[in-house]
Protein backbone atom coordinates (compact mmCIF):
# COMPACT_ATOMS: atom_id res chain seq x y z
CA UNK A 1 0.00 0.00 0.00
CA UNK A 2 1.76 3.65 -0.88
CA UNK A 3 2.52 5.57 1.78
CA UNK A 4 2.40 8.85 2.26
CA UNK A 5 5.02 11.75 3.01
CA UNK A 6 4.18 14.87 4.86
CA UNK A 7 6.85 17.16 6.09
CA UNK A 8 6.76 18.75 9.89
CA UNK A 9 8.45 20.45 12.08
CA UNK A 10 9.52 16.62 13.64
CA UNK A 11 10.23 16.58 9.91
CA UNK A 12 9.52 13.82 7.52
CA UNK A 13 7.08 11.34 8.32
CA UNK A 14 5.90 8.66 6.28
CA UNK A 15 2.33 7.78 6.88
CA UNK A 16 -0.50 5.20 6.21
CA UNK A 17 -3.71 6.46 4.30
CA UNK A 18 -5.60 4.57 7.66
CA UNK A 19 -3.85 6.96 10.14
CA UNK A 20 -5.91 9.99 8.24
CA UNK A 21 -8.92 11.08 9.91
CA UNK A 22 -12.03 13.42 8.11
CA UNK A 23 -12.93 15.75 10.14
CA UNK A 24 -15.87 16.99 8.27
CA UNK A 25 -17.16 19.94 10.10
CA UNK A 26 -13.31 20.64 11.29
CA UNK A 27 -11.88 21.84 14.45
CA UNK A 28 -13.99 24.33 16.72
CA UNK A 29 -12.16 27.74 15.21
CA UNK A 30 -10.46 25.85 12.72
CA UNK A 31 -13.69 24.49 10.32
CA UNK A 32 -11.88 24.82 7.33
CA UNK A 33 -9.06 21.94 8.00
CA UNK A 34 -10.63 18.49 7.79
CA UNK A 35 -8.12 16.29 7.11
CA UNK A 36 -5.76 15.43 10.11
CA UNK A 37 -3.17 12.73 10.34
CA UNK A 38 -3.26 11.18 13.88
CA UNK A 39 0.52 11.07 14.10
CA UNK A 40 1.97 8.28 16.90
CA UNK A 41 5.55 8.34 17.80
CA UNK A 42 6.55 6.12 20.82
CA UNK A 43 8.74 9.21 22.27
CA UNK A 44 5.67 11.13 23.15
CA UNK A 45 3.15 7.56 23.87
CA UNK A 46 0.55 7.59 25.25
CA UNK A 47 0.22 11.41 23.68
CA UNK A 48 -0.07 11.85 20.31
CA UNK A 49 -0.42 14.68 17.72
CA UNK A 50 -3.33 15.83 15.05
CA UNK A 51 -1.71 17.03 12.17
CA UNK A 52 -3.38 18.89 9.93
CA UNK A 53 -2.73 17.77 6.26
CA UNK A 54 -4.05 21.00 5.10
CA UNK A 55 -1.79 23.74 7.26
CA UNK A 56 1.39 22.01 7.52
CA UNK A 57 2.15 24.77 10.83
CA UNK A 58 -1.03 23.66 12.62
CA UNK A 59 -1.51 20.71 14.87
CA UNK A 60 -2.15 19.41 18.10
CA UNK A 61 -1.35 17.66 20.95
CA UNK A 62 -3.68 14.67 21.82
CA UNK A 63 -4.59 11.80 24.21
CA UNK A 64 -6.76 9.82 24.98
CA UNK A 65 -8.23 10.92 28.29
CA UNK A 66 -9.70 7.43 29.83
CA UNK A 67 -6.39 7.07 30.68
CA UNK A 68 -6.03 9.51 33.39
CA UNK A 69 -9.74 10.24 33.94
CA UNK A 70 -11.66 7.76 35.66
CA UNK A 71 -15.41 7.19 34.11
CA UNK A 72 -15.20 9.66 31.44
CA UNK A 73 -17.79 8.51 29.03
CA UNK A 74 -19.80 11.48 27.53
CA UNK A 75 -22.90 10.82 26.07
CA UNK A 76 -23.54 12.39 22.76
CA UNK A 77 -26.84 11.77 21.70
CA UNK A 78 -26.95 11.03 17.68
CA UNK A 79 -23.26 9.83 18.07
CA UNK A 80 -23.48 6.52 20.31
CA UNK A 81 -21.69 4.62 17.92
CA UNK A 82 -18.56 6.52 18.28
CA UNK A 83 -15.87 4.74 19.60
CA UNK A 84 -12.56 6.35 19.79
CA UNK A 85 -12.17 9.45 22.00
CA UNK A 86 -9.27 12.03 22.53
CA UNK A 87 -9.22 15.43 23.68
CA UNK A 88 -6.99 18.11 22.76
CA UNK A 89 -3.93 18.92 25.16
CA UNK A 90 -2.22 22.00 25.41
CA UNK A 91 1.26 22.37 26.99
CA UNK A 92 2.30 24.70 29.26
CA UNK A 93 5.69 25.81 30.83
CA UNK A 94 6.10 22.67 33.33
CA UNK A 95 4.56 19.56 34.27
CA UNK A 96 1.62 21.04 35.82
CA UNK A 97 0.64 22.95 32.99
CA UNK A 98 -0.19 19.68 30.75
CA UNK A 99 -3.88 19.92 30.67
CA UNK A 100 -6.68 18.32 28.79
CA UNK A 101 -9.90 20.05 27.44
CA UNK A 102 -12.58 17.82 28.37
CA UNK A 103 -15.72 19.69 27.46
CA UNK A 104 -14.56 19.48 23.94
CA UNK A 105 -13.84 16.10 23.22
CA UNK A 106 -13.08 14.32 19.70
CA UNK A 107 -15.12 11.39 18.92
CA UNK A 108 -13.98 8.83 16.46
CA UNK A 109 -16.27 6.54 14.28
CA UNK A 110 -13.18 3.87 14.21
CA UNK A 111 -14.08 2.40 10.53
CA UNK A 112 -14.89 5.22 8.06
CA UNK A 113 -12.14 7.84 9.88
CA UNK A 114 -14.87 10.33 10.43
CA UNK A 115 -14.09 12.28 12.90
CA UNK A 116 -15.87 14.92 14.92
CA UNK A 117 -15.32 17.54 18.05
CA UNK A 118 -17.93 17.75 20.40
CA UNK A 119 -18.70 20.22 23.22
CA UNK A 120 -20.68 18.40 25.98
CA UNK A 121 -23.43 20.57 27.90
CA UNK A 122 -22.21 18.97 31.13
CA UNK A 123 -20.55 22.15 32.71
CA UNK A 124 -18.20 19.67 35.26
CA UNK A 125 -15.92 18.93 32.67
CA UNK A 126 -12.94 21.63 32.54
CA UNK A 127 -11.37 22.85 29.21
CA UNK A 128 -8.47 22.71 31.17
CA UNK A 129 -8.16 19.45 33.02
CA UNK A 130 -4.47 18.70 34.68
CA UNK A 131 -3.08 15.88 32.16
CA UNK A 132 -1.23 13.81 35.30
CA UNK A 133 0.03 10.32 34.64
CA UNK A 134 0.69 7.13 36.67
CA UNK B 1 -26.75 41.09 11.90
CA UNK B 2 -30.23 40.45 10.76
CA UNK B 3 -32.61 41.77 13.49
CA UNK B 4 -35.54 40.81 14.43
CA UNK B 5 -38.43 41.46 17.00
CA UNK B 6 -40.59 38.93 18.48
CA UNK B 7 -43.19 38.18 20.76
CA UNK B 8 -43.15 35.22 23.59
CA UNK B 9 -44.89 32.50 21.56
CA UNK B 10 -43.24 33.43 18.11
CA UNK B 11 -40.20 31.69 15.89
CA UNK B 12 -37.33 32.55 14.06
CA UNK B 13 -36.82 30.02 10.84
CA UNK B 14 -33.53 29.62 10.00
CA UNK B 15 -33.09 27.59 6.33
CA UNK B 16 -35.16 24.45 6.41
CA UNK B 17 -34.08 22.78 9.32
CA UNK B 18 -33.36 25.22 12.64
CA UNK B 19 -36.40 27.18 14.22
CA UNK B 20 -36.25 29.20 17.37
CA UNK B 21 -39.35 29.99 19.48
CA UNK B 22 -39.42 32.63 22.04
CA UNK B 23 -41.12 30.63 25.37
CA UNK B 24 -40.89 33.04 27.92
CA UNK B 25 -39.71 36.18 29.31
CA UNK B 26 -38.45 36.88 33.06
CA UNK B 27 -36.75 40.12 33.45
CA UNK B 28 -33.77 40.19 31.22
CA UNK B 29 -34.26 36.25 30.71
CA UNK B 30 -35.13 34.72 27.21
CA UNK B 31 -36.00 31.49 26.96
CA UNK B 32 -35.68 30.09 23.45
CA UNK B 33 -36.80 26.78 22.43
CA UNK B 34 -34.50 25.39 19.66
CA UNK B 35 -35.25 22.95 16.73
CA UNK B 36 -32.54 21.49 14.92
CA UNK B 37 -31.45 18.33 13.35
CA UNK B 38 -28.99 16.50 15.77
CA UNK B 39 -25.93 16.99 13.29
CA UNK B 40 -26.07 21.37 13.78
CA UNK B 41 -24.21 22.11 16.86
CA UNK B 42 -26.48 24.13 18.93
CA UNK B 43 -24.33 25.95 21.81
CA UNK B 44 -24.37 29.64 23.75
CA UNK B 45 -21.76 31.32 22.55
CA UNK B 46 -19.85 32.02 25.32
CA UNK B 47 -18.91 28.29 25.32
CA UNK B 48 -18.34 28.04 21.53
CA UNK B 49 -15.28 30.71 21.43
CA UNK B 50 -14.04 29.41 24.96
CA UNK B 51 -13.33 26.19 23.00
CA UNK B 52 -12.08 28.30 20.17
CA UNK B 53 -9.66 29.68 22.19
CA UNK B 54 -8.40 26.30 23.94
CA UNK B 55 -7.98 25.13 20.50
CA UNK B 56 -5.82 27.98 19.76
CA UNK B 57 -3.69 27.46 22.54
CA UNK B 58 -3.30 24.10 21.90
CA UNK B 59 -2.28 24.72 18.82
CA UNK B 60 -0.07 27.69 19.15
CA UNK B 61 2.53 25.45 21.86
CA UNK B 62 3.25 23.21 19.37
CA UNK B 63 7.14 24.57 18.77
CA UNK B 64 9.89 21.63 19.32
CA UNK B 65 10.72 23.30 22.56
CA UNK B 66 7.08 22.84 23.84
CA UNK B 67 6.67 19.28 22.22
CA UNK B 68 10.08 18.43 24.37
CA UNK B 69 7.85 19.40 27.27
CA UNK B 70 5.61 16.79 26.44
CA UNK B 71 8.91 14.27 26.77
CA UNK B 72 10.14 15.45 29.89
CA UNK B 73 6.50 15.64 31.68
CA UNK B 74 6.94 11.66 30.95
CA UNK B 75 10.32 11.17 32.21
CA UNK B 76 9.41 13.84 35.56
CA UNK B 77 6.40 11.12 36.21
CA UNK B 78 8.26 8.60 36.19
CA UNK B 79 11.61 9.82 38.29
CA UNK B 80 8.70 10.77 40.70
CA UNK B 81 7.95 7.16 40.60
CA UNK B 82 11.44 5.90 41.81
CA UNK B 83 12.08 8.31 44.35
CA UNK B 84 8.21 7.52 45.99
Known amino acids: M???????????????????LNFTEGLY????????????????HPFKWLISLERSDFM?????????????????SGLEKWKGLLVVVTIGESKQDVTANLRAPILILEESK?????????????LKHPVILK | MLVLTR??????????????????????N???GIQAPRDVAVHREEIYEKIVEENKSASSK???????QLLN?????????SKS
Do not use: C, M
Open chain 1, 60 to 76: VPVINPQLFVEGYQPQV
Open chain 2, 7 to 28: KVGESIQIGEDVRLTVLSIQGK
Open chain 1, 2 to 20: PEHILDTRFGQIRYHHDAV
Open chain 1, 29 to 44: GYETLKQFLLWEDKAY
Open chain 1, 114 to 126: LAKQVILADVGYS
Open chain 2, 73 to 81: FKRESQNDE
Open chain 2, 62 to 68: TSLNDAK
Open chain 2, 30 to 32: VKI
